[in-house]
T-cell receptor, first 116, second 111 residues
Framework: GENVEQHPSTLSVQEGDSAVIKCTYS??????FPWYKQELGKRPQLIID?????GEKKDQRIAVTLNKTAKHFSLHITETQPEDSAVYFC???????????????FGQGTELSVKP | EADIYQTPRYLVIGTGKKITLECSQT?????MYWYQQDPGMELHLIHY???????EKGDLSSESTVSRIRTEHFPLTLESARPSHTSQYLC??????????FGQGTRLTVV
């Protein structure tokens, strides 16, 4: 089945610096790659996603890049702020593909700490 | 407001007890998943469902069972709780675009 590896497990940056989190996946049929942010004591929430028909997507200070050949994708956060501190999870899926759309498999998570 | 609800939020029970964690969603989604997560750690898929009467085991072995008799409801049951079951259990409802909407979670402690 699908396996998603995420690095690093912890990341500490100064406010204003950039942060990059990387994930690799094993199943070449995966075509949907979301990123979730989980603040302390809260539920994970989707922050950005990318599908296999594009190589990059940007939303204000966050961007995601996808390299299907190498089977890896990355989250980039620019001009980091203390409120960006959280655990970030990448995920991969073969969905949607009809009613039996694929499972959403998560990476191990990255704890990002932004120091003021 | 369309949302996904989990009850209870916190539960402390004794070893050997049977418990059911409730999960309900009002978003009309067919797919629902259960994840097990230790605080701030990896999300492990333990059960998933593609619709009514459809249930599958996930990638992480779990001694729990699930049922899906109604689209809105996806309860998880532990027949005999053990201390190793202590964890947080997150239920998710999946949109047709594969976006996961998570419940607030149930933090279970087995003593």
């Amino acid at each position: 089945g699908e396996n998603v590896e995420q690095h690093p497990s912890t990341l500490s940056v100064q406010e204003g610096d950039s942060a990059v989190i990387k994930c690799t996946y094993s199943d070449s049929a995966s075509n949907y790659f979301p990123w979730y942010k989980q603040e302390l004591g809260k539920r994970p929430q989707l922050i950005i996603d990318i599908r296999s028909n594009v190589g990059e997507k940007k939303d204000q200070r966050i961007a995601v890049t996808l390299n299907k050949t190498a089977k890896h994708f990355s989250l980039h956060i620019t001009e980091t702020q203390p409120e960006d501190s959280a655990v970030y999870f990448c995920a991969a899926s073969k969905g949607p593909s009809g009613n039996q759309g694929g499972k959403l498999i998560f990476g191990q998570g990255t704890e990002l700490s932004v120091k003021p | 407001e369309a949302d996904i609800y989990q009850t209870p939020r916190y539960l402390v029970i004794g070893t050997g007890k049977k418990i059911t964690l409730e999960c309900s969603q009002t978003m009309g989604h067919d797919k629902m998943y259960w994840y097990q997560q230790d605080p701030g750690m990896e999300l492990h898929l333990i059960h998933y469902s593609y619709g009514v009467n459809s249930t599958e085991k996930g990638d992480l072995s779990s001694e729990s069972t699930v049922s899906r008799i109604r689209t809105e409801h996806f309860p998880l049951t532990l027949e005999s709780a053990r201390p190793s079951h202590t964890s947080q259990y997150l239920c998710a409802s999946i949109s047709r675009r594969t976006e996961a909407f998570f419940g607030q979670g149930t933090r279970l402690t087995v003593v």
